[in-house]
């Protein structure tokens, strides 16, 4: 009956709650995302420096960008003569804190490339990496008042597909870090968002009146300690 099943479940509760007590629980291989506000460039110029460069070249390249516009890529001895040095020498000096904090010694860092997004009302992109780079990221350096969109990035899929094979959302009594499948980034104007750059991630559709603009890059590492394994002559 009723009472039974009910006394059941108390039982089984309390059992639970004395377990608790003396359980340890380890978050192992945790995925880092570093976020800073105000990075503090001047917006301004920057950001009529990408209206002059959308202006330039009107069609752009299609890559994950589903709508929108998207630059090519520019890469360090040409970012060092236009109005992007500043914000690249923003996000090398903080890729260089998130890189010290995620245990890397000896080390240099350096751009790959970057590129400028414009994604006007409805556009958005689809899931994807940035291969050959060790960190990616993203600033945004202008948004509309509202509905612009988030960041989210993707657990792995083979996590997801267990998950999912026994159960749906009405199986998890909450949603957190240790078992989201997706995380979502609200992002802010002035934000400048690092990861790794093999972590999934996708930008949802901007659904605001005006265009939401980000500078995205790429960033390798190369390690100090070279060793010649091969003679001089």
Known sequence: CLCIRNTLILKLLSESLLLLKGMKTELIFPTPVWKFDNVGIDRESLTEFVYYVKGEDPVGRQQTNHGGWQSHDFIDRVIDDNP???IRDAIMERAYAAADQFGFNDFTLKMINMWIN????????????????????????????????????????GYTQMKEFWGDGDNVHRWD?????????????????????????????????????????????????????????
């Not at 980000?214 to 002559?233: G, L, Q």
């Open 118 to 157: 414009i994604n006007g009302k409805g556009a958005y992109n689809h899931v994807h990496t940035h291969p050959g780079g060790v960190l990616s990221g993203v600033y945004y350096l202008k948004l509309p008042d509202c509905c612009h969109g988030h960041l989210s990035f993707i657990r792995d899929f």
């Open 177 to 233: 870090h240790m078992n989201e499948t997706e995380h979502d980034v609200f992002p802010e104007v002035d934000q400048l968002v690092i990861f790794p750059a093999w972590l999934a991630h996708s930008v949802s559709t901007n659904a605001g009146d005006g265009d939401r603009i980000s500078i995205s890059f790429n960033i390798t590492a190369f390690s100090k300690h070279y060793h010649e394994i091969y003679p001089s002559r």
């Open 84 to 86: 992007l040095k500043e």
